[in-house]
């Protein structure tokens, strides 16, 4: 079955840089959520979208935004990056027609490391 | 204090042993929990998902939930190697729409040894 595909899977970026990490979701998947991870804890809620239009907001900093494209892909950008952002940044999907309606499955991640 | 708290071991245990994982939370607006395994540098797969109080049985795994006391378990009977990975425990506040975060615990490192 396919799974979230997230690109790149390992970023290496220097402080004050700019980064974008893309997430493709399920097919028939209308809503994408963005976590963040960092070394040795749970991952913390960023930002969702359902339907193209941002649906929730969690502890996403204002360099940071999101979007969701008219295919529901979903970009994350990331500006003046900061050595805390340094972390496993995921993508999760949700919608009709999975095997748990409206349970989110996660995408393999992005490791991103700002030097 | 963390809405959701959860042991974050590690917990080491021999294989075919019992495994018992447990999160407590503090808002009872929480009406979705699930646990999720993530094995090292992976994203977390989905293992159990419940919205109602009681036992929830599912192979090897059973996920238990006591919303009276803010409690969830997951058990893991006849552990495998194959088991040894991070458990997260999640919950949800809203359900039956396509929107809602998922507030996760900590995670517990388990290994289970031959």
């Known amino acids: 079955a396919a799974g979230v595909i997230q690109s790149p899977r390992h970023l290496i970026k220097e402080k004050r840089e700019t980064a974008t990490l893309k997430c493709y979701p399920i097919?028939?998947?209308?809503?994408v959520y963005w976590y963040q991870q960092g070394p040795g804890q749970d991952p913390q809620f960023l930002i969702s979208?359902?339907?193209?239009?941002?649906?929730d907001k969690g502890s996403i900093p204002d360099r940071f935004s999101a979007q969701q494209f008219s295919d529901y892909h979903s970009e994350l950008n990331m500006s003046s990056l900061e050595l805390g952002d340094s972390a496993l940044y995921f993508c999760?999907?949700?919608?009709?027609?999975?095997?748990?309606?409206?349970?989110?499955?996660f995408g393999p991640g992005t490791r991103l490391t700002v030097l | 204090q963390k809405e959701v708290e959860q042991d974050p071991g590690p917990l080491s245990v021999p294989e075919g042993a019992i495994v018992s994982l447990n999160c407590t939370y503090s808002?009872?607006?929480?009406?979705?929990f699930m646990w999720y395994r993530q094995y090292s540098r992976k994203g977390p797969e989905l293992l159990m998902y419940?919205?109602?109080?009681g036992n929830k049985e599912d192979g090897r795994f059973t996920a238990q939930v006591d919303k009276s006391s803010k409690y969830i378990s997951l058990f893991i009977r006849d552990s495998q190697p194959s088991d040894s990975a991070t458990y997260l425990c999640?919950?949800?506040?809203?359900?039956?729409?396509?929107?809602?975060?998922?507030?996760f615990g900590q995670g517990t490192i388990l290994t289970v040894h031959p």
């Open positions: 808002n009872s607006a929480f009406q979705y």
């Open positions: 999640a919950m949800k506040l809203t359900g039956g729409t396509s929107y809602g975060k998922l507030t």
């Open positions: 999760a999907s949700s919608g009709t027609g999975t095997r748990v309606p409206d349970t989110q499955y």
């Open positions: 419940t919205y109602s109080s």
């Open positions: 097919p028939r998947h209308d809503t």
């Open positions: 979208f359902y339907e193209k239009m941002q649906s």
